[in-house]
């Protein structure tokens, strides 16, 4: 049984199945054609809708794309459409914006960029273009173009008042949490045909594992959806991971970050970045605004994707992960995690636990690129993460994670540990970058040839050590590219 709040109405669901995306729950059970199927895998953003959730006695309301979302996965939140967002004649001061600023023009995504900056305007964030632009990174125009949807954003914000919902938010808090105390089951194995668990910790999931083994896991789902949205595969029986205690630990002692395998991107920015800094624009390109909202980085490492954009950061970091299961945890270094395309070490029976970063060492200096068509929500064509601390000028350590590269996230201990003990400041860089593109041996796609990810590979390690002993340019150099 799932039961949270549409808009205002308390919903119970009994036996829809366990695989139905949000987005269709909208349009054919509940008839809310606001909400619009665009691309189907989280892209595009004409199916934005909003999702509160109690926060410190608050309500923090965030967008989430609604095609690729499980429905059964928003226990006790409540799920905000665009047309919830008006009241009586009156609009929203997001819709009026969107109005005066001619910011809308065939309509097809408008309920999308309206949802988006409903978000932000719930957000408290400053009026700036920066603010307008990230929030709405997730959605496409294909009509009326940016700048109007952009001004209507910052005005919006520039006169932001308390609205309906900050009037209503003690009593949505209050109706959220019956649903979470008196309405949602304690048997996490209900014996129905939704085949859909959702345990609350560790001993819940053992315990569905064993009535289940099947089962396949899900978090976010902004990976795993897509074999129902795009390849129209049946995903039943599933165990949603979202509500499992211990998988949304964020905790930081002396040595290491420890990051739930549960907890989203958006959840864990603050507590990586306060570390590494250098990982902003890597995380601000991963997906967009709504998938860091939803994704997870347990679930990047347990799709093990060769072009997930997680593994390269996290092995140049020297990242641990934590396995689970009812024989009880063990942990590894993530270099032995991966061991073949989209395989790993992981048992069938076994979850992903957490994510335990290093802390950051004084004078150590790491760079994360992403090289992808798209500045934003795209496929990584190159994804490279470098990290390095010096002893008198000397390489003491030096660490580096690539994606897209082969069939699993490579680190290639042999060749960085040739950077070892050289002078750092005052090294020839390029051997090492050619000799770094003998390594590689990619596969030409269709986002790029195998000759251009090893050149552009080579280049960003040339581009790391520039970056690094301050003889950065201030403009590109020109590199010769051989394009077969």
């Known amino acids: 049984m799932t039961t949270f709040l549409l808009n205002e109405q308390k919903v119970t669901l009994h036996d829809s199945s366990a695989d139905q995306t949000l987005l269709d729950f909208l349009r054919q059970d509940a008839h809310l ?30 967008a989430i794309n609604s095609c690729i979302t499980l429905v059964h996965s928003l226990n006790a939140k409540q799920i905000l459409t665009v047309e919830h967002l008006a009241q009586g004649n009156q609009l929203h001061p997001v819709q009026k914006a969107m109005v005066e600023h001619h910011a809308s023009q065939c309509g097809f995504c408008t309920p999308g960029f309206v949802m988006s900056l409903f978000a932000l305007y719930h957000s408290g964030a400053a009026p ?40 209503r938010a003690e009593k949505t808090v209050k109706a959220l949490s019956e649903i979470e ?40 789902s902004t990976d795993l959806a897509l074999e129902k949205t795009q390849q129209l595969k049946q995903l039943s029986p599933l165990i949603d991971l979202n509500r499992v205690a211990e998988l949304n630990r964020l905790d930081v002692d002396e040595a290491v970050l420890n990051l739930g395998a549960a907890v ?79 395989q790993t070490v992981r048992a069938a029976d076994e979850w992903i636990d957490c994510i335990h970063l290093p802390r950051r060492q004084p004078g150590s200096l790491f760079r994360v690129y992403k090289i992808s068509k798209r500045v934003e929500d795209d496929i990584s064509t190159v994804c490279a993460a470098f990290y390095l601390e010096l002893e008198q000028g000397k390489v003491r350590v030096f660490r580096a994670g690539f994606g897209g590269l082969a069939a699993t996230p490579l680190m290639l201990s042999d060749w960085q540990n040739s950077l070892l003990q050289t002078d750092w400041e005052n090294i020839d860089i390029a051997p090492f970058a050619e000799s770094l593109e003998a390594e590689l041996h990619p596969l030409d796609d269709v986002r790029a040839s195998a000759r251009y990810r090893q050149r552009v590979t080579g280049n960003l390690l040339r581009r790391f050590h520039l970056e690094t002993t301050g003889t950065a340019p201030t403009r590109a150099i020109p590199v010769e590219l051989d394009h077969a």
């Not at 089951?185 to 064993?210: C, G, T, Y």
């Not at 601000?284 to 072009?307: D, H």
């Open 128 to 167: 700036e273009r920066s603010s307008v632009i990230k929030a709405l990174s997730g959605n496409l125009c294909r009509c009326t173009g940016y700048r109007p949807i952009i001004d209507a954003g910052i005005e919006a914000l520039e006169h932001a008042q308390p609205d309906t919902f900050d009037a």
């Open 264 to 342: 989203t991107y958006s959840d864990l920015a603050e507590t990586l970045l306060a570390d590494y800094p250098e990982a902003t624009e890597w995380l601000e390109r991963l997906g967009s605004t709504p998938i860091r909202n939803r994704g997870t980085l347990g679930g990047n490492l347990g799709t093990a994707s060769p072009i997930g954009d997680g593994p390269p950061l996290l092995l140049a970091l020297n990242a641990e992960v934590t396995l689970g299961s009812v024989r009880g945890l063990r942990r590894l270094p993530l270099h032995q995690f991966f061991t073949g395309y989209r």
């Open 181 to 220: 105390t008196e309405v949602l089951p304690k048997d996490p194995l209900p014996d129905h045909s939704v085949q859909f668990w959702q345990p609350e910790n560790r001993l819940e999931l053992e315990q569905a594992i064993a009535r289940c083994p099947e089962a396949r896991f899900s978090a976010g």
């Open 33 to 62: 054609t606001g909400t619009k199927e665009g691309c189907a895998s989280g892209d595009c953003g004409a199916c934005t809708v909003v999702i509160a959730e109690p926060d410190q006695g608050r309500l923090r309301y965030r």
